[in-house]
């Protein structure tokens, strides 16, 4: 007889690209006959577990793979507002032309993307409504990307006041909740490493039909009369390891209030905050981290 799966509320934290080790943790999540009912995630947690919720994880991994130093580049719509230097809408109408939109309430599963409202200086749960427009405004990284106004309120990057957000998910009724953050102790980075994983999934590869497609969509985007400079990284790196220092305190005052069964922790060092083009690798990390922390499916005893 086949064993009945263990359900899985997933906590997905925040911390730019190294939040692709998330997949990783989800296809070893699948592989291993965990089934996903619910869902939490601020900023790039957010993104990732929306982006599973919607169906569409497999084409976002074969998207995310393919891309490089220049193609994040030109995702990203130069603002150079006093607010933030990107405004995020090149990103998400790239994001909603490969995968669609869809309304949080007609997914599969519970989901709920984390924001912080910095005027009233509480976070905010969304779970209803677009489920893009819920990822556009969890990912409004401080500096980085303009804040989204939704309901009045200035929102901000989720992870600013909850990177690791347990409680939408402490109430329900599935046999785990499993957390994944991204601002684990900074772990030694050897050279010329040899890939954790080996990488056995086709959809990994490079597919050049899609990669020509979402950047003819980019492309076509009408460039503002504006000079384009390549931004100054170096202040926005340095307010990003502050940022991680106070996401890494505040993690652990959330587990503390709100512990879950299985933390899997990825090193804040793993790769730099906007580093997409390592996606594989971090894919891979996260696949590692999931097969080193929890139970396989013969570990299970069902």
Same mark, same amino acid.
């Given at each position: ?21 998330? #997949? ?15 869902? /939490? ?60 939109? *869809? ?34 405004? /969890? #990912? ?13 309120? !200035? ?17 329900? *009724? ?12 900074? *772990? ?25 497609? #979402? !950047?003819?969509?980019? @492309? @076509? ?19 990003? *390891? ?5 996401? /890494?305190?505040? /993690? ?36 590692? !981290? ?13």
């Amino acid at each position: 007889m086949d064993r009945k799966k263990t359900t899985v509320s997933l906590v997905l934290g925040s911390g730019g690209a190294r939040g692709l080790a998330h #997949i990783g943790v989800i296809k070893w999540l699948i592989e291993n006959d965990y089934q996903i009912t619910s869902i /939490s995630g601020s900023s790039i947690g957010a993104l990732i577990g929306g982006v599973y919720a919607s169906g569409n994880l497999d084409k976002y991994e074969k998207w995310v793979c393919g891309i490089d130093k220049i193609d994040i580049i030109s995702l990203m719509d130069i603002a150079w507002r006093s607010n933030g230097f990107v405004r995020g809408e090149k990103i998400m109408h790239t994001l909603v032309e490969l995968l669609g939109d *869809q309304q949080i309430e007609d997914l599969p599963l519970s989901f709920t993307a984390v924001a912080s409202d910095i005027e009233n200086e509480k976070e905010v749960w969304i779970n209803s409504g677009s489920l893009f427009e819920a990822i556009r405004a /969890s #990912i409004s990284m401080p500096l980085f990307f303009t804040p989204v106004i939704r309901n009045g309120a !200035m929102l901000i990057d989720g992870g600013v006041l909850n990177p690791i957000p347990i409680a939408p998910v402490f109430g329900d *009724q599935t046999n785990l909740t499993i957390a994944v953050g991204l601002g684990g102790a900074r *772990q030694k980075i050897l050279s010329n490493q040899p890939p954790v994983v080996p990488v056995t999934n086709p959809l990994l590869k490079r597919d050049t039909f899609i990669h020509e497609k #979402i !950047m003819n969509f980019i @492309s @076509s985007f009408k460039h503002e009369d504006l000079p384009i400079k390549e931004p100054e990284w170096g202040a926005l790196e340095v307010a990003n *390891q502050a940022l991680d220092a106070m996401q /890494s305190v505040i /993690s652990r005052q959330k587990l503390a209030a709100y512990p879950a069964d299985y933390v899997i922790e990825i090193a804040r060092n793993a790769c730099g905050i906007l580093e997409f083009d390592r996606a594989l690798e971090m894919i891979e990390l996260g696949y590692k !981290m999931a097969q080193q922390v929890l139970p396989s499916k013969s570990e299970q005893g069902m």
